[in-house]
């Protein structure tokens, strides 16, 4: 099993639309949580970090499940911009140092 | 700044050559860590050094890869002999000093290797 589960998509959205992305952790050891955004052929950037009791960012708001270590994205409405991959990202605490375990990916397409 | 620096950005070679991938942190930094990208596996975690020493290498898939760390702001990732299933993205990432905070990451472009 996956450390970090995502649907990879696509999710094909017109302009203004609400979409929602979800993504399942498995090691209950996880310490904190993040969204980051994966525009084609370039890097990873932070988009957002997820916390318990929710935390929104604009359009965008992100909420965590530590119960049933689940994490949402949420993104009301969406621009054309915000055509991109969308990376759920845990941070696990491992021999005594950081580590960042990507899931493979949510693909979203706005179309005007 | 110029933010993090990785060469070659495209490489294509022959399977059983060597492939040496190049990377220079962001000045000040002093964590930096190689990771590989593709389609099936996604963003995976190769090699992670603090202070040019490397700290977790348990990522790197076998004897084949080899990573160095020599001064503060150089790095490269060695595959050798290389294999078609080595096709991927290489990313390079590091951290400012003092943060702490491993989603503080800035990477790098990534250098897109093809194994023919």
């Known amino acids: 099993r996956k450390e970090v589960e995502q649907d990879p998509g696509p999710f094909n959205v017109p302009e203004g639309a609400t979409v929602a992305f979800n993504c399942t952790y498995s090691?209950?050891?996880?310490?904190?949580f993040f969204w980051y955004r994966q525009d084609c052929r370039k890097e990873p950037k932070l988009l957002m970090s997820?916390?318990?009791s929710g935390n929104e960012d604009g359009r965008f708001t992100a909420q965590l499940n530590r119960a049933s270590q689940y994490i949402s994205l949420l993104i009301r409405d969406s621009k054309l911009s915000d055509s991109a991959t969308y990376l759920c990202?845990?941070?696990?605490?491992?021999?005594?140092?950081?580590?960042?375990?990507f899931g493979t990916g949510t693909r979203l397409l706005v179309s005007p | 700044d110029a933010g993090v620096i990785q060469s070659p950005r495209h490489e294509v070679t022959e399977m059983g050559q060597e492939v040496t991938l190049r990377c220079k942190p962001i000045s000040g930094h002093n964590s930096l860590f190689w990771y590989r990208q593709t389609m099936m596996r996604g963003l995976e975690l190769l090699i992670y050094f603090n202070n040019n020493v490397p700290i977790d290498d348990s990522g790197m898939p076998e004897d084949r890869f080899s990573a160095k760390m020599p001064n503060a702001s150089f790095s490269t990732l060695k595959i050798q002999p290389s294999e078609p299933r080595d096709s991927a993205v290489y990313f390079c990432a590091s951290i400012p000093s003092g943060t702490g905070l491993v989603e503080t990451q800035y990477f790098g472009p990534g250098t897109r290797l093809l194994v023919l």
């Open positions: 990202v845990v941070n696990l605490m491992n021999t005594g140092f950081q580590k960042l375990v």
């Open positions: 997820v916390y318990s």
């Open positions: 090691n209950s050891a996880s310490q904190s």
